[in-house]
């Protein structure tokens, strides 16, 4: 049947004219305009880098306020210099200008290679040489083997007979696996350039969109004589810019997608910015100093004008007031003095700590990405950071979401039984007469119908996307190839070999007939009519083939709750046994049926089929539809089980996540007994959990299914309730102290609680299923939806208290939870690279997550918590004593600090320490980490930035600050500190305060350092003597060129005196005697504790050793090797 162009309303799509002629059939079309094919993944250009980059770094609230203080400085009468807060903010706002120019040139260069590469273009029967970006939508393009495509291409014909090529995509999802595309059947012949160019077809087909897996068009052939023909398009024959030609000498294709519209360069965007929980304290914390910074403004400025209520004291005789200073209002001076006051103090907010957690981020991701614990030798990989934003987060998970097949287990799947009308069939080591001939053998328990087993094996052979590669490809003698299978799924092999195992082998798809070798040796050949495609929703995939007598028949497989209600009722009980006994065991089950489709029943299912494959608009849809109508009425043959063996250290490292206190949920779309099976091997359940079940079989043993539902809610929540304290703090460590309680879900009782009636009873359903998952240690949502996977996180996610997620998968279905939950890790597997490419760190196997979390993320969060709580630590330290200097000079705004000294304390000084601490500290062994989960704990929740710490370390530097002021105020009282009798002035005053200053801030963090290495002593010790350095360089030497030469020779002056050495010591040691007595008390607590740990070991090995020797007996008893 032919279908014409132009029969439905054209909305969203767009038409292109092969080679750019126009057809006289579709004149009425109006030309459409398309981009070019440039790439720019670019952000700036040369003309707007400048105010497009300030734009954007100015809208971060710490970079505006500067800037606002900057023009204060500039345009009101302040005490210090604009430089001290230009400087610093230009240092910031250059430094990450220059990070992100270098990286847009990085751009800019890779998009030039790619804009200006080669390729040969069919104009006028004539290969022409053009380049890249000059690709016109509609232009056929010509592409050699092991070129990749330079925009999205409609394949018109390759070298093959059969118009297929193979194609990689690692570039697009990471999968390094060939996968075909093929040409349809009416441009198949057209291989040289001149056939090519007497092609006159249109291309009709959907909008550019960003989803590399779907495509939706149609191409109407027309000839001269002829109507036009239309064939539909899908992704499989669609060519995707960035992949490469394999295998396949060339290809031609015409250019539907060019430029930025083709779906690599639509899929550039970013994933939506996640936050994590540290930046929002930074947050919280910049409030807070706001706070004390516009109060420190308000008390100086009102305390100023008491102070000047005094008589003399307003206007002394040394400082007479201008005529202009008496007419001005006094409130508009109270707020140009509250500007002032503003300005000076500043720099309490850390201008450079921006800077200083993003380099962290940054740089510290790379030791993710190094640790060779995370390489794996069979895929030649290790792990991939993809969001380094996110790296604190990896120690504040709450909640784990995992998916089951692929990430728990090696998705290496093995064929292991089978049974065919009830009756099962399992391979053995002896030999039987029937159905095994080749390399594998097959018994059976009371043996079904001959006919029947070959109909069962002939559709394992059949009913598959299995595709061939022959390792011997001679004609006419395929079947004695070394055949290898390839499919993106491993089901699907296993039961091709399976079937092979026991005599029919697949020999592979030769010009749309699928040829079999049965037990006899005879090749046999069906026409593939069509293929339903499988998908998530219906869980099943048919194949309609024709064979050589003619006959009609139609293949299905899926999963037993897709198959058993399109089958005869009384087919299913007895193959219902083994399919659930085969859960049970831990197998992948799928159920085999069929149906003879009459001549007439096919003309009308071929019919829809076509009308649906070339519908523009809701294709799938429409095709769902039908493959509804079609898969109906079918008779059932048998069902497969499956082994898809444990990862390795699954069982360990979920066990691991336990002890950590973070709670597991395993998310499958596997059937309940299968999935169970696994938790219990993974050991997510344990053999003393006690299992709550919310499932269909549960809630149908009622008519009233919500009712029932509901009395189940209700129960549970009561038990759980009665067990465990209301405490969430207390529930962690109840874990090890009560019952522990696992809870398994379905997806449609899932259905049922988010989508309760609201006018029912029941509308309160999800309040109390979360209340129940809250107290359970594990849960298992079986028969999930890619959609109700990130449905749940969302759940967890919207908790009061706002619980950390994460969600590891390793498939396209496994995409949503990932991009759902605060942190998505992604799994390289074998069902492709999508949810590696969505996630923000990706690793080669389950068993990594336990150091990942565990070892990484615990010190992430350590070492940027104590960078956070170090910045405002220091900056307070550095603001205290210029807050008391203002009561001991009249409220007037004098600095207590030289100018350099305050624009280089945050940029040079103290910058370096704390970086180095916050990449390389470890203040626990990774060894030690990963041993004891436990530790995870006392971290969680965000613990080490809570009002507590923020508390601890804001009078730590309120303390410190007194001291170093009032310390040197009093050192200043009673003698003269020179030689000569003469006492200090004001800038030797603040020297040496910002001396004392310095060295305590950098000397408290060496204190708290437990790692060291060379960069620690390197930054630590080299900060110090560059201050020394600079003081002295900036006294001695720079004086001369400067305008003021109020530092001539003090910071020399004031070392050589004894007395201030002596201050200078005594002081730092009484700022650090606190720290110092503390880091004392934990040394002696933590040796008390390993003294007492050990002690008890020593008594627990003592008390336990006379039962050890009958444990070992009853463990490894005869009895318990008995299979």
């Known amino acids: 049947m032919t279908v014409c162009a132009g029969e439905e309303k054209r909305v969203g799509t767009r038409t292109v004219f092969v080679g750019n002629h126009p057809v006289s059939e579709t004149e009425a079309y109006i030309a459409q305009r398309f981009c070019d094919n440039r790439i720019v993944s670019s952000k700036y250009t040369l003309w707007n880098f400048l105010p497009k980059n300030l734009f954007e770094q100015f809208r971060r609230i710490a970079n505006f306020y500067f800037l606002i203080i900057f023009l204060v400085q500039v345009t009101v009468d302040t005490p210090t210099s604009p430089v001290t807060s230009g400087l610093p903010l230009f240092f910031v706002i250059t430094v990450t200008a220059i990070k992100q120019g270098y990286e847009d040139w990085l751009r800019h260069r890779a998009d030039n290679e790619v804009n200006k590469s080669t390729v040969y273009i069919i104009e006028n029967a004539k290969r022409v040489r053009k380049e890249s970006e000059k690709i016109k939508v509609g232009d056929v393009v010509e592409v050699q083997a092991d070129e990749t495509f330079p925009c999205d291409l409609i394949l018109l014909s390759s070298c093959t007979t059969d118009g297929t090529c193979y194609v990689t995509t690692a570039s697009l999802d990471g999968e390094s696996n060939c996968k075909t595309h093929y040409a349809v059947r009416d441009t198949i012949a057209l291989c040289t350039a001149e056939s090519i160019d007497t092609l006159r077809a249109a291309i009709e087909c959907e909008q550019p969109q960003p989803d590399l897996y779907k495509f939706v068009g149609r191409i109407n052939i027309y000839s001269n004589s002829l109507e036009a023909v239309a064939r539909s398009l899908g992704p499989e024959n669609l060519l995707l810019k960035g992949a490469t030609l394999k295998n396949t000498e060339k290809i031609y294709g015409v250019a539907v997608y060019t430029g930025m519209e083709t779906k690599m360069a639509l899929n550039y965007q970013g994933k939506s910015q996640k936050r994590s929980a540290v930046e929002k304290s930074i947050n919280a914390f910049l409030i807070v100093y706001l706070f004390i910074l516009l109060t420190k403004a308000a008390v100086c400025t009102t305390l100023k004008y008491v102070w000047q209520s005094t008589p003399y004291n307003d206007e002394p005789w040394y400082n ?85 097949t692929g990430t728990l287990t090696e998705n290496s799947m093995e064929f292991i039984e089978c049974c065919i009308d009830g009756h099962k069939y399992k391979g053995v080591t002896q030999e039987v007469d029937g159905l095994s001939q080749t390399d594998g053998t097959l018994t059976y328990f009371d043996k079904v119908d001959k006919n029947r087993e070959e109909l069962f094996l002939r559709a394992l052979c059949l009913c598959h996307t299995v595709e061939i590669k022959t390792n011997d490809a001679v004609d006419g003698a395929t079947e004695s190839a070394e055949l290898t299978y390839i499919s993106s799924s491993p089901d699907e092999i296993a039961l091709v070999k399976g079937a092979k195992r026991y005599g029919f082998t697949f020999l592979g798809n030769r010009n749309g007939y699928m040829r079999v070798e049965n037990q006899r040796k005879e090749i046999e050949e069906y026409e593939l009519l069509h293929t339903l495609n499988f998908d998530a929703v219906r869980r099943r ?87 509804d109508d079609i898969e109906r009425n079918m008779n059932l043959i048998g069902a497969t089980a499956v082994e898809d063996k444990l990862q390795d250290q699954a069982a360990e490292t979920i066990e691991a996540l336990h002890a950590a206190g973070l709670k597991v949920w395993v998310l499958t779309g596997d059937k309940m007994e299968t999935a169970k099976s696994t938790c219990y091997a993974c050991r997510l359940f344990q053999t003393n959990t006690e299992l709550l079940e919310l499932t269909t079989k549960t809630i149908e043993e009622s008519e009233r299914k919500e009712d029932r539902l509901h009395e189940l809610l209700i129960e549970y929540r009561k038990k759980l309730l009665h067990e465990f304290p209301k405490s969430t703090r207390s529930f962690k460590k109840a874990w090890t102290e009560h019952q522990e309680y696992g809870l398994i879900i379905d997806g449609s009782t899932l259905s049922l609680i988010l989508n309760s009636s609201q006018d029912s009873s029941s509308n309160n359903y999800k309040s109390i299923f979360l209340q129940i998952c809250m107290k359970c240690t594990a849960v298992l949502c079986c028969r999930m939806a890619p959609l109700q996977k990130a449905q749940i996180v969302r759940m967890v996610k919207n908790l009061k208290g706002s619980p950390i997620t994460l969600s590891i998968g390793d498939g396209a279905n496994d995409v949503s939870m990932i991009l759902e939950s605060h942190v998505g890790i992604g799994i390289k597997g074998k069902e492709g690279r999508q949810a590696a490419r969505n996630s923000d760190y990706s690793v080669p196997k389950f068993k990594h997550l336990k150091k990942l979390l565990l070892a990484h993320g615990h010190l992430y969060y350590v070492r940027i918590a104590h960078l956070v709580q ?73 613990a080490m930035l809570q009002l507590g710490p923020f508390l601890y370390w804001t009078f730590l530097a309120a303390f410190e600050g007194t001291v170093f002021f009032f310390g040197t105020y009093f050192l200043f009282q009673t003698a003269s500190l020179e030689e000569n009798g003469k006492v200090y002035g004001n800038w030797t005053f603040g020297t040496i305060v910002f001396t004392v200053l310095v060295f305590t801030v950098t000397l408290k963090l060496a204190l708290d350092t437990r790692f060291w290495t ?86 627990d090995s003592l008390s336990a050793r006379p039962s050890v020797r009958p444990l070992l007996l009853r463990t490894f008893s005869d009895e318990s090797n008995v299979l």
């Open 320 to 404: 007479q007031k201008t005529q202009k200073e008496r007419e001005t209002l006094k409130v508009l001076k109270m707020f140009t003095d509250f500007l002032s006051f503003m300005v000076l103090f500043n720099f309490i907010i850390p201008v450079s700590m921006y800077v200083t957690v993003e380099m962290q981020k940054f740089l510290g991701s790379f030791f993710i990405s190094w640790d060779k614990d995370f390489y794996d030798e069979e895929i030649n990989e290790g792990a991939l950071v993809n969001t380094s934003d996110l790296n604190e987060e990896l120690g504040q998970v709450d909640y784990v979401f995992t998916d089951k």
């Open 541 to 627: 995939m048919s194949v309609i083939v024709k064979t050589q007598e003619g006959d009609i028949l139609l293949f299905c497989k899926g999963a037993d709750s897709a198959v058993f209600p399109r089958v005869q009722n009384h087919e299913i009980e007895l193959t219902k046994v083994h399919v659930e006994r085969n859960a049970m065991d831990g197998y992948r089950t799928l159920c085999v049926a069929f149906k003879e489709i009459a001549p007439d029943d096919y003309e009308r299912i071929n019919r829809q089929l076509i009308e649906a494959k070339m519908a523009l608009q809701d294709r799938e849809e429409k095709m769902e539809k039908v493959f």
């Open 1014 to 1099: 060379w960069i620690n002593h390197f930054v630590i010790w080299g900060s110090l003597a560059f201050y020394v350095f600079f003081s002295f360089f900036w006294g001695g030497i720079i004086w001369p060129f400067l305008k003021q030469q109020r530092m001539y020779f003090v910071f020399a002056q004031m070392l050589s005196s004894v007395s201030t050495w002596l201050a200078i010591i005594l002081l730092i040691f009484i700022s650090l005697f606190p720290e110092i007595l503390l880091i004392v008390l934990k040394n002696v607590r933590r040796r008390s504790a390993r003294r007492n740990l050990s002690c008890r070991r020593a008594s």
């Open 870 to 942: 170090y910045f405002f630590y220091k900056n307070l330290c550095f603001i205290l004593p210029q807050f008391l200097y203002q009561f001991f000079c009249g409220f007037s705004q004098q600095p207590l600090y030289d100018a350099a000294y305050l624009t280089m304390y945050n940029i040079c000084f103290t910058s370096l320490p704390i970086l180095a601490y916050s990449l390389l500290e470890q203040h626990i062994n990774i060894d030690s980490l990963t041993s004891d989960p436990r530790l995870y704990m006392k971290i969680s929740g965000n």
